[in-house]
């Protein structure tokens, strides 16, 4: 017998494999079926939602008009990237200086909130209060070396993301801040805080951004490992997709704790979930 959910008042949704296809340079967006209509309906009753990604290659005012561009219906304020937790993260522990191993857009959601970001090859870029790995193609082992310098000199090590895999139109393309935050962690055995999916910051992040409690949140995503672990931790409800990593197949083979409450079969299934809404679009 399936449990009864929760009523449900509003969303986070994944963005990759779950709305939208990209390529491995996370250009040429492919929109996956049901997206659109399935915002726009969320949006045209009245239910709040948030995209909330992994993705830190662009800030996330940037990020929200590339998928507006594609037709996603995305104000600036319900997009979520790494970098939006860790700049709320780092502001309320007094952080003030960060090295950045990423792009320019990786670093932006920190400046936007008066942190001072400083990139490998700058003058004191050893001497910060933290690095923070995000989205980062072209690191090189002097990147590598300036963060653990940092991290010896007493920097704490923040991470965009702790995924090793995220879905692309190539299928399974390799996380860099995975395994940049790899080499870090092996050399200098610092702990790290995750402030990407599937951390409890990034779950309560979207739940005050959305002003709703976790228990009233449905979170979608394609991920056993990222969205659905994340929701089942943390209280929420948990839907899973099969656009992205994982098939109809790999979802009945999960653990409990990666299982997804609900698994849709079309992503226009979650209207249904809506407390009080019919399945129309």
Known sequence: ????????????????????????????????????????????????????????AYAPAEQAARLRAVGLPVQDQQMITPSSVTADHMS????????????????????????????????????????YVGWHPHCSMQDIEIACQAIWAGAKLYVASDVPFF?????????????????????????????????????RFAAKRLGLPVRRIG???????VEIIMARRY???????????TSLEDWSHQPAARRPHRVLADLHELLGFVSGATDEV
């Not at 899973?240 to 990593?245: D, I, K």
Request: charge should be neutral; aromatic fraction near 6%; proline fraction near 5%.
């Open 167 to 203: 879905a692309s139109k190539q299928g399974r393309t390799i996380g860099y801040s995975f395994a940049i935050t790899g080499a870090i962690r092996r050399l200098t055995k610092a702990p790290m805080i995750l402030t990407g999916k599937p951390s409890r910051q990034a779950l």
């Open 92 to 131: 309320r522990h007094g952080v003030r200086r960060v090295l950045i191993l990423g792009t320019r857009g990786v670093g932006q959601a920190l400046i936007d909130a008066g942190i001072e970001t400083l990139y490998p090859g700058e003058a004191g870029a050893a001497e910060v209060d933290a690095v």
């Open 235 to 245: 209280g929420a409800s948990a839907f899973g997709v099969t656009t992205g990593t």
């Open 1 to 56: 017998m399936t449990a009864e959910l929760p009523p449900i008042g509003g969303f986070v949704f994944d963005v990759d494999g779950t709305l939208l296809l990209s390529d491995r340079q996370l250009g040429g967006y492919e929109v996956l079926p049901g997206a659109v209509e399935v915002l726009s309906a969320l949006k045209s009753r009245g239910v709040p939602f948030v995209l909330l990604t992994n993705g830190s």
């Open 219 to 225: 979170v979608v995503g394609d991920d056993p490992l």
